[in-house]
């Protein structure tokens, strides 16, 4: 109980100090309107002040491309960068079960491998010339050997296949071949023209309509032929092991490409003579540009590779990358059916490499 | 009243007979949903579409579905079915051959031959293929032939009939009753190897596409010109991407991996080779299989 001698209004506080009037200054005043309080702010103020100017804005810049750096990373380099690196994993290892385990595919008329006769390996005299996809341009593949000053006789030239088909004068190039007495190997336009030729000779219901199409035109194409072109196309093997060389290894033509680890007379002859891509997990080959450039699974197996088993191969076929020279390969086909280039790479005796090439007149192909 | 139901009901009867009679090549099927329509029309259970069927099998299992019914005597053992295949095949080719034909390998027949110019030894399907015109000029001039063979060691003599199904005409899968266009049986046992004929169903809106009664596609130029090569040691014929029309059928770890259907893939001496497992789990399938005979057999010595 309360003491009866005090009133209750005793205990009511003093209120008058609440009493706030908006005429004071106080009012308005922003004592305590803060986000940091100004005992802090003077704390950061000393330091900063210390800090110079430059140093502070710096800090800024750095901070922006931290972040932007961070958010490139996250969203584009680093997916970009695992992909690579697990790209890499995939050509490193050797997997266990991969694509070329059958028996490669034995077809009748068709010769997988040959081996180019030593006599006409390069040395201080003899050089080797191989050309790329010559496609029926005549004109251009006499151009070019004088271009590189070629002498029958004392040098050898090979073609990487598609000697014939959309030029202007596909048996002309074959009987210049033949004149030279160079080596080839059987590309896609080739192998489809032989089969057409061979198929129309071994049956007699095949459907008119499955003629109608470019079949048809391998077969017209076979007809300007003669047989003796005809017989010497068909001698051309899939695969042309041409020897070692130094530098290069062995030296190897094939038309579109080789599958690493697998031996040429293992090769699948179709995609030896159609591929662009190769699956770097599963060595599974592509026509399409889908997977790894083979080219660049073949020089990073090749690398591995105790020096003396190293390969170089030389080919065409892959019109869209053009030229392209890496260590264990070179690619030759700089369409010049379609207006390009024709290029030639000239291999002295010591392995030296030297790429000679001659514009093309026209696209033959519209 | 009841008289003009009935008058109805017949109506409409015969208006569909004649619509299932009726050839459904001609129908166009550019479009998913007619042929559903189709389908379901078909499967009415008025008519039971069974009876379209020419090739009859004696039974859908995984055992029976591989013998033609007409020359069906019971399972063969896994010895005699290998055996009969290799004659099967090499009959069949040389006959094609010798009359110029055109024919090449398909499906599980093709795969075989890519891993190592054999047959697969768990396949008990033969699949060959033939264009069209080669089908219908077959129809006319070889059906119901007999063919006799003698192997080259003169040891085995076998008798094979070439059957082909007169649904020819209709290029269409139509009800699924008659996708294989062709057989050629063996005689002794009725294994058999089906022959499928590809069309180009389409010339005008869609040229150099082939098709199967079984709606595989395939194009002008992955099938034509066609490669010579050798399949159980004669000459035969694949079509010119083989490796892209294996991959489209059965992707690529069908080139790839060595574990299939109980067999391993030997790398040294490249054959299929039975597991041990399966050739246990065989061994009791023909136990249990002995054994049912049995019990029928002692069934029927009690009555």
Same mark, same amino acid.
């Not at chain 2, 190592?116 to 396949?123: A, E, F, T, V």
């Not at chain 2, 649904?167 to 266009?181: T, V």
């Given at each position: 109980m309360y003491p009866s001698h005090r009133p209750l209004i005793d205990l009511i506080p003093d209120n008058s100090n609440l009493d706030v009037s908006d005429e004071e200054d106080g009012f308005y005043g922003h004592d305590d309107d803060y986000l940091i309080h100004p005992k802090w702010k003077h704390i950061i103020h000393r330091t900063t002040n210390r800090v110079p100017r430059r140093i502070q804005r710096y800090l800024v810049i750095w901070l922006v491309l931290a972040t932007t750096t961070l958010i490139a990373w996250r969203s584009y380099l680093g997916p970009q960068y695992s992909a690579y690196r697990a790209e890499l994993a995939d050509m490193d290892s050797t997997p266990k079960e991969a694509f070329g385990a059958n028996v490669r595919p034995h077809f009748t008329d068709t010769i997988q491998v040959k081996t180019m006769d030593e006599k006409h390996l390069p040395d201080k005299h003899k050089r080797l010339v191989i050309i790329g996809d010559v496609h029926g341009c005549k004109k251009e593949l006499e151009e070019l050997l004088k271009k590189v000053e070629f002498e029958k006789g004392r040098d050898h030239l090979i073609l990487t296949g598609d000697i014939i088909a959309k030029g202007p004068d596909s048996p002309g190039v074959v009987s210049l071949a033949q004149h030279l007495d160079a080596s080839c190997v059987r590309g896609n336009h080739e192998d489809r023209m032989l089969l057409s030729l061979a198929a129309t000779s071994t049956s007699h219901t095949t459907p008119p309509n499955a003629l109608s199409h470019s079949d048809s035109k391998a077969r017209q194409l076979a007809q300007s032929f003669t047989p003796s072109q005809l017989a010497w196309l068909a001698e051309c093997?899939?695969?042309?092991?041409?020897g070692a060389i130094p530098k290069l290894g062995t030296l190897v033509v094939v038309h579109a490409g080789l599958v690493p680890d697998i031996p040429l007379a293992q090769q699948d002859p179709f995609y030896a003579m159609n591929m662009r891509s190769i699956d770097a997990k599963t060595r599974m080959p592509s026509e399409t540009r889908a997977g790894t450039p083979w080219e660049k699974l073949w020089n990073h197996r090749q690398a591995k590779l105790p020096a003396h088993a190293r390969t170089t191969v030389v080919y065409g076929h892959d019109r869209k990358r053009g030229r392209n020279v890496e260590r264990y390969s070179i690619g030759l086909d700089s369409g010049c059916v379609s207006g390009g280039h024709l290029t030639a790479v000239v291999i002295g005796g010591r392995g030296e490499c030297e790429f000679v090439q001659v514009r093309c007149r026209q696209d033959y192909t519209k | 009243m009841k008289a003009s139901q009935y008058a109805i009901a017949v109506a409409l009867a015969s208006v569909i007979a004649t619509t299932l009679a009726s050839p459904t090549g001609s129908v166009e099927k550019s479009d998913g949903k007619k042929e559903i329509g189709l389908r379901q029309e078909q499967e009415s259970p008025r008519e039971d579409k069974k009876k379209n069927k020419y090739f009859n099998e004696p039974g859908t299992t995984h055992q029976l579905g591989h013998y033609d019914a007409r020359y069906f005597h019971g399972v063969v053992s896994d010895k005699e079915r290998t055996d009969t295949q290799l004659h099967m095949i090499r009959a069949y080719l040389d006959f094609f051959r010798s009359k110029r034909l055109d024919t090449w390998l398909a499906h599980g027949t093709l795969l075989g031959w890519w891993w190592?110019?054999?047959?697969? %030894?768990? +396949?008990w399907d033969m699949d060959t293929q033939v264009s069209e015109a080669t089908l219908q000029y077959l129809g006319e001039k070889h059906n119901h032939t007999k063919h006799e063979y003698t192997s080259d060691d003169g040891k085995t003599k076998r008798e094979y009939i070439l059957d082909i199904n007169p649904?020819?005409?209709?290029?269409?899968?139509?009800?699924?009753?008659? $996708? $294989? +266009?062709a057989r050629w049986v063996d005689t002794r046992n009725g294994l058999f190897i089906d022959i499928t004929g590809l069309s180009? $169903?389409? %010339? +005008?809106?869609? %040229?150099?596409v082939w098709r199967c009664k079984n709606n595989h596609k395939y194009e002008t130029l992955e099938l034509y010109p066609m490669r010579e090569t050798v399949f159980e040691g004669v000459a035969a014929k694949v079509p010119y991407s083989y490796d892209k029309i294996l991959i489209d059928e059965y992707t690529e770890k069908a080139l790839i991996l060595t574990r299939w259907e109980g067999h391993i893939w030997d790398a040294e001496t490249k054959v299929w080779i039975k597991t041990q497992a399966q050739i246990e789990a065989e061994a009791e399938e023909a136990r249990i299989r002995e054994e049912i005979k049995k019990e029928e057999q002692r069934k029927k010595g009690g009555k």
């Open positions: 093997p899939v695969i042309l092991s041409v | 190592n110019g054999r047959r697969l %030894p768990w +396949d649904w020819l005409w209709e290029r269409e899968r139509g009800d699924g009753m008659n $996708i $294989i +266009d180009e $169903i389409h %010339p +005008d809106t869609a %040229p150099g």
